[in-house]
Every structure is written in structure tokens, then in C-alpha cells.
């Protein structure tokens, strides 16, 4: 991402502490005392195939905190809320474990993720319970913003 672009209103970027040790690394991840923690629903990881996209998805309800602490995953962030400041902005991150980093996003915003490397795992704490309802999912090639031609010009 260019570092002039201005970041979706509801995404929060956090740079993350790895603590090097010999006997194996230690890679921080969320703390409680952190303002972008509000509270705990569930964690789980995903694995993201090298060329596969997952996505787009919007959540109504639930904050995100995406973290990769293995492989590379590019993640693309579209802001369709007409009454954002930053409504019709697209965002895209690269996060991996050299670049690693926390972002957090808030509801209403769409994202979708893409793997990079030949193996690639993405953590995603959210603050509440998984609920089908609460989420919705439209087509990465909708007439919108279409994945491919906004992120892979």
C-alpha cells in the first residue's frame, strides 16, 4: 500500500512484537489491555492456497483481528459505506511474519485475502461467536469493485 493513501475509516493498523530466541521465536498476537481489543468470541486460523482468493465478505456486527503469522497473505479492504469519510476507498496490505502486523477491522467495511507463498495461514480473533447471519458474502468479479480489476492492476 502506498503510504500517501489514507486508511479506511474502521481499520486499525497495529505493528506486532517478535521476540527472537534461540530455542524458537515468540510472536505476539492481542492483548486485552490494547485499544483495539473490545472482547473475545472466537479464534481460528485459515489456510490460504498460494493464487486463491477468500472473499468478499462484510460483517454487520462482528470486529476482525486478522494476523499472519505464517506465509504471505495479500489482504484488500473496500469501504461501501456511504457515510464514511473514506467510502469508496480501497486499502491492500501485505501482511507475513517479516511483515507482521494486526489489523483490525470494524463492521461494515468488505475485505477479501488472497495467498502468496506456497504455504499461508491467517488467525482471525474475533469478538464474537461465528453467526451465518451476520455476515455477508458477494462475488470477488461483482460489478461494484471486482477484485481483479481493483487489486490486481
Not at 31 to 59: D, N, Q
Not at 114 to 119: L, M, N, R, V
Request: positive net charge; charged residues 25%; glycine residues 6%.
Amino acid at each position: 500500500m502506498d503510504g500517501k493513501q489514507e486508511i479506511i475509516q474502521g481499520l486499525e493498523i497495529t505493528d506486532l512484537r517478535v521476540i527472537s530466541n534461540k530455542k524458537g521465536d515468540i510472536y505476539h498476537v492481542l492483548k486485552s489491555s490494547e485499544s483495539s481489543y473490545s472482547s473475545f468470541g472466537e479464534a481460528y486460523f485459515s489456510t490460504v492456497k498460494k493464487g486463491v482468493v477468500k472473499g468478499w465478505k462484510k460483517h454487520k456486527i462482528m470486529i476482525s483481528n486478522l494476523i499472519v503469522p505464517i506465509g504471505e497473505v495479500r489482504l484488500a479492504f473496500y469501504d461501501c459505506r456511504v457515510d464514511s469519510k473514506t467510502f469508496k476507498q480501497l486499502n491492500i496490505f501485505n501482511l507475513s511474519n517479516k511483515n507482521y502486523k494486526r489489523i483490525t477491522v470494524n463492521p461494515g467495511i468488505w475485505f477479501a485475502f488472497e495467498g502468496i507463498d506456497d504455504h499461508n495461514l491467517l488467525l482471525n480473533i474475533s469478538n464474537i461467536l461465528h453467526d451465518p447471519n451476520e455476515s455477508e458474502n458477494i462475488d470477488l468479479e461483482n460489478s461494484s469493485f471486482n477484485y481483479y480489476k481493483l487489486v490486481k492492476k
